[in-house]
């Protein structure tokens, strides 16, 4: 992505947003998915964040991932493989809807404990959301345009607050 990272405050719409989005794939998934969860910056009320919701399908096993990403397949997602990251596939949001980042992983998967796990933590300690927004903000405006520096910023904070649970 080219766009540049803008770090926007909360919007009391993001949840009404993802269960919109969650339900849209729900209908299509049935009962391959066991949960859809809502992770990352915006599943945390109050909280600044990109202006993207992150969503997880979590389906039983690795078995059912190839069922699921045709499912989605289905609605308009297009697959995108695990860029680089084992446990979970990514999918291109559909066309004509709002930006998004939807991603499957089985119950297993590491990433998927691990997205869960942070926004919990975020959801429970003020004092760690009010530094990740800090250290959001601060690398927002050293790498605008580079995601991937962006995120990998990010990386040992995260490591570290789920490190204390």
Known sequence: MTDAIVIVEYDPAWPSEFVRL?????????????????????????????????????????????????????????????????????????????????????????????QVAFRDRLRADSAVAREYVALKRELAARHREDRLAYTEAKTAFIEAALRVN
């Open 22 to 114: 969650r339900d849209r794939a729900q209908a299509a998934l049935g009962d391959v998915a066991v949960a859809i969860e809502h992770v990352g910056s915006t599943a945390v009320a109050g909280l600044p964040a990109k202006d993207l919701i992150d969503m997880v399908v979590v389906v039983e096993s690795d078995d059912d991932v190839k069922e699921a990403i045709s499912r989605l397949e289905a609605i308009g997602y297009r697959a995108r493989g695990n860029l680089g990251v084992e446990g979970r596939e990514a999918f291109w949001w559909p066309e004509g809807e709002k930006r998004h980042h939807l991603y499957v992983s089985p119950t297993t998967s590491a990433e998927l404990h691990a």
